[in-house]
C-alpha cells in the first residue's frame, strides 16, 4: 500500500538575513506611520474599507518604487521569492517574477482583514515590522474546502497539512510567502498595540 500527497499548497516561511533586519524594521516602522500621518486620501480609504486600522492599499501601493527604505526590503524579498519559485518549480522561462505592489497595514484594536486572495498576481506576502504580544497571526484556508460537500470534519488533533485552516503566527522580522490565489485572512487584534505588516505581490512578466 502506497499513499500519495499530491497538488500540495506550499506557504514559504522565511526571515530577514540577521544582523539587519532590527535596524531595517525600525526605519520601516517609522516610515509606515509617517506615512498614514502623511496619506489623508489613504486614512480616508481605510476608514471605509478597514475599521480600526490604516492600510496605504488603495492609495500608496507602490512603496518600493517611492522609498530606498522599503525598495531595500523589496530586494531582500526578491531572493526568498526567487528561492520559492525554485521550490515550486514554476517555469518562468525567459519571464521575471517582479514586485508590482508593495503597502502598508497597521492594525489597532479590533481592525480585521476579511478572507481574500491577491488576484491579478503569481506570488504574494507579507512581512512584519511589528508583531507585539497577541497580535493575531495569518490565516490560510484550504482552498478545497468549496468541494468538500459530505466530507466529514477533522479529528482536532489532525496533521497541520490535514487540517481545514492553518495560522502562522506574526514574528517581526519574519515573513510568509504563498501563491496569490490561496485564500488569507487576519482575525481582530484584541490588543491596544499596533500590529504592523507590509503585503506585497509579485507578478510574472
Ligand atoms: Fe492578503
Not at 512603496?63 to 526590503?73: D, E, H, N, V
Not at 517582479?98 to 512581512?127: E, F, K, Q
Amino acid at each position: 500500500m502506497s499513499i500519495r500527497a499530491l497538488f500540495p499548497t506550499l506557504v514559504y516561511e522565511g526571515r530577514l538575513r540577521q544582523g539587519g533586519w532590527r535596524v531595517l524594521n525600525s526605519r520601516l516602522l517609522r516610515e509606515c506611520r509617517q506615512l498614514r500621518a502623511d496619506d489623508a486620501a489613504g486614512r480616508r480609504w481605510s476608514m471605509r474599507n478597514y475599521p480600526g486600522g490604516y492600510t496605504s492599499y488603495g492609495s500608496a501601493h507602490r512603496m518600493q518604487q517611492l522609498s530606498p527604505t522599503f525598495a531595500a526590503l523589496a530586494r531582500e524579498l526578491d531572493r526568498h521569492v526567487a528561492a520559492f519559485a525554485r521550490v515550486l518549480q514554476l517555469d518562468l522561462g525567459t519571464r521575471s517574477l517582479t514586485m508590482t505592489d508593495c503597502w502598508v497595514n497597521i492594525m489597532g484594536r479590533g481592525a480585521v482583514h476579511g478572507l481574500h486572495l491577491h488576484p491579478l498576481s503569481t506570488i504574494s506576502g507579507t512581512y512584519y515590522v511589528a508583531a507585539p504580544v497577541g497580535a493575531p497571526g495569518l490565516k490560510f484556508e484550504d482552498p478545497r474546502l468549496e468541494r468538500f460537500m459530505a466530507a466529514p470534519p477533522r479529528l482536532r488533533a489532525a496533521r497541520r497539512a490535514n487540517r481545514p485552516s492553518v495560522t502562522f503566527a506574526a514574528r517581526a522580522g519574519a515573513l510568509l510567502l504563498f501563491e496569490s490565489w490561496l485564500r488569507h485572512e487576519v482575525a481582530p487584534n484584541p490588543r491596544a498595540a499596533e500590529r504592523v505588516s507590509i503585503s506585497f505581490n509579485y507578478s510574472w512578466f
